[in-house]
């Protein structure tokens, strides 16, 4: 691997589409970058879909690690982890 892709904290590479943590509160949403700017709250996966083929792509693979990359849990995880 050459020096400009690793550190000597890993790997730098990240993925267009990054899905940060869920938010806490009665409705928690997942906030959505892509190619590093906010571009919307998603309260489920299809909102993330929706959000990518926006920006054109056509059939947007959620899993593609490629693609997008989940912060806080995967796909399935849409409310903040309980405090205690």
Do not use: N
């Amino acid at each position: 691997m050459s020096q400009s892709r690793a550190t000597a904290g890993g790997d730098i590479f990240h993925p267009p589409v990054v899905v940060r943590p869920p938010t806490h509160g009665a409705h928690p949403y997942r906030r959505v970058e892509i190619y590093g700017r906010t571009v919307g709250k998603a309260y489920g996966p299809e909102d993330v879909a929706a959000f990518i083929r926006h920006a054109g792509v056509e059939e947007p693979d959620l899993d593609d690690p490629d693609l997008v990359g989940w912060r806080g849990g995967d796909r399935t995880v849409w409310g903040a982890p309980a405090e205690g």
